[in-house]
T-cell receptor, first 114, second 112 residues
């Protein structure tokens, strides 16, 4: 079965701390896509990154970085020097290759305190 | 310009009523989706249409009926609303072969 697990339900950090959000997935597809979305308190879903299964290079975008490890079926997300505006629910998702539907993890609520 | 829009943003209604949520995308995408986010924030696919054709119907009660009049629109009609239908409903669209989905702002449905 296809599944995404975000074991951390809630994380609380103080501003400027680094924080890593874990994501573990299961899939029977050999080709697949992984995503991270951010849902701030205002409620919209904001796309952060897409990674395909053939590209295991880590990616950095400003304070955000992603570590994709196929060997452990993990796609972890690190925020460096966190800020209060990073407070949100973060979702990891897996795309089912035949239909394109997204299978979401349970979400991790990140609270960054000033 | 809003890429994926939904109306209404908020919908409060009583049990047993029938209601519709509308979704429109101006991105020229072929595929559109409906997702439901429950009170625990869990997001789950409900339906997907590709070029007006239903391709995913994910064990949703038949009180829910999606309708796609053209590839830019995907509406969701819900009959005989129940308390458990209270949730945030998100519409999304994606271009061919991309797998990246662009989400609308969501519609918060409250059934009393």
């Amino acid at each position: 079965a296809q599944k995404v697990t975000q074991a951390q339900t809630e994380i609380s950090v103080v501003e400027k701390e680094d924080v890593t959000l874990d994501c573990v997935y299961e899939t029977r597809d050999t080709t697949y896509y992984l995503f991270w979305y951010k849902q701030p308190p205002s409620g919209e879903l904001v796309f952060l990154i897409r990674r395909n299964s053939f590209d295991e290079q880590n990616e950095i975008s400003g304070r955000y970085s992603w570590n994709f490890q196929k060997s452990t079926s993990s796609f972890n997300f690190t925020i460096t020097a966190s800020q209060v505006v990073d407070s949100a629910v973060y979702f990891c998702a897996l795309s089912e290759i035949n239909t394109g539907k997204l299978i979401f993890g349970q979400g991790t609520t990140l609270q960054v305190k000033p | 310009d809003t890429a994926v829009s939904q109306t209404p943003k908020y919908l409060v209604t009583q049990m047993g009523n029938d209601k519709s949520i509308k979704c429109e995308q101006n991105l020229g995408h072929d595929t559109m989706y409906w997702y439901k986010q429950d009170s625990k924030k869990f997001l789950k696919i409900m339906f997907s249409y590709n070029n007006k054709e239903l391709i995913i119907n994910e064990t949703v009660p038949n009180r829910f009926s999606p309708k796609s009049p053209d590839k830019a629109h995907l509406n969701l009609h819900i009959n005989s609303l129940e308390l458990g239908d209270s949730a945030v409903y998100f519409c999304a669209s994606s271009p061919p072969g991309s797998y990246e989905q662009y989400f609308g702002p969501g519609t918060r449905l409250t059934v009393t």
